[in-house]
């Protein structure tokens, strides 16, 4: 049974980066073929995916969040990162992990505030 399970600060203040850490058991983050995405959503709008981490360790970025995303990973725990840096108050969302299948972390609300 795959689980995801996202970890990570609930309140940063603007101009911060965020960290969050997805804990994968169940599958391998390098098992071929899959990629292992980060996926918001700010309240009262849709569900906005920010980049994934491929098996290889490729990464894949939105457009519009490249200049401010990172996405890594650490095989030996099988957990991948995002670090979004120059955070702003309409980063406020819920942050999920997720794997194709139907396979998503519970979330994680991050509010930016000061």
């Known amino acids: 049974q795959v689980q995801l399970q996202e970890s990570g600060p609930g309140l940063v203040k603007p101009s911060q980066t965020l960290s969050l850490t997805c804990t994968v058991s169940?599958?391998?983050?390098?098992?071929?073929?899959?990629?292992w995405s980060w996926i918001r959503q700010p309240p009262g709008r849709g569900l906005e995916w920010m980049g994934a981490?491929?098996?290889?360790?490729?990464?894949y970025y939105s457009p519009s969040l490249r200049s401010r995303t990172s996405i890594s990973r650490d095989t030996s725990k099988n957990q991948f990162t995002l670090q979004l840096s120059s955070l702003t108050p309409e980063d406020t969302a819920v942050y999920y992990c997720?794997?194709?299948?139907?396979?998503w972390g519970q979330g994680t609300q991050v509010t930016v505030s000061s």
């Open positions: 981490i491929g098996y290889s360790g490729i990464t």
């Open positions: 169940g599958d391998s983050i390098t098992t071929a073929y899959y990629y």
């Open positions: 997720n794997r194709p299948g139907g396979y």
